[in-house]
């Protein structure tokens, strides 16, 4: 079965400062898609950035980026310029392209950022 | 149209009581899932739909768990006689059956079970 695995349960960043959340994943698919959501304590869940496995570049959005490590199934998400409204939950998640449709997710890293 | 909506937003059980929980996904958006996410936890897979099809069931956790999609549009999630270990946040989600994807979530459903 695939697993995802945060390993930072809390994390906290400096205002305008960059942070990266770390994320891992076991699969022994070779294509599929990984995602980043952000759940504020309005539990609202938010697409932040996408990776397809097939996709050698890095994906970006804006402040947000990610170092897609296929070989060593690592997902890292790297937030510049910190905002305070980036605080919240977020989840790293694996999805399969060709075997079911299910997201999974870890356990998620909860970000402070200080004024 | 809009995001994905769910109802009611909190819903406060006594043990043993039946609930139903509902989704709207987002209009055309063929695939829905539910997810049940523990305090402190990521969401966990229950059900997947594909139009009124429930292709996978795999995540309910007992057979007092009941999920179904009717007309292929709005679902619900039906829990009979609720446990304390139900009382989680519900997830709906969809996405398009091409294409995007990317799940888009409703603002769940939080259960207490009292």
């Known amino acids: 079965a695939q697993t995802v695995t945060q390993s930072q349960p809390e994390m906290s960043v400096q205002e305008a400062e960059t942070v990266t959340l770390s994320c891992t994943y076991d699969?022994?698919?070779?294509?599929?898609?990984l995602f980043w959501y952000k759940q504020p304590p309005s539990r609202q869940m938010i697409l932040v950035i996408r990776q397809e496995a097939y996709k050698q570049q890095n994906a970006t959005e804006n402040r947000f980026s990610v170092n897609f490590q296929k070989a060593a199934k690592s997902f890292s998400l790297k937030i510049s310029d910190s905002q305070l409204g980036d605080a919240a939950m977020y989840f790293c998640a694996y999805r399969a392209t060709n075997t079911g449709n299910q997201f999974y997710f870890g356990t998620g890293t909860s970000l402070t950022v200080i004024p | 149209g809009a995001g994905v909506s769910q109802s009611p937003r909190y819903k406060v059980a006594k043990r043993g009581q039946d609930v139903a929980l509902r989704c709207d996904p987002i209009?055309?958006?063929?695939?829905l899932f539910w997810y049940q996410q523990a305090l402190g936890q990521g969401p966990e897979f229950l059900t997947y739909f594909q139009n009124e099809a429930q292709l996978d069931k795999s995540g309910l956790p007992s057979d007092r768990f009941f999920a179904e999609r009717p007309e292929g549009s709005v679902s619900t999630l039906k829990i009979q006689r609720t446990q304390q270990e139900d009382s989680a946040v519900y997830l709906c989600?969809?996405?398009?059956?091409?294409?995007?994807?990317?799940?888009?979530f409703g603002p769940g459903t939080r259960l207490l079970v009292l």
């Open positions: 209009s055309g958006h063929v695939s």
């Open positions: 699969t022994s698919e070779s294509d599929y898609y």
């Open positions: 989600a969809s996405h398009p059956l091409e294409g995007d994807k990317t799940q888009y």
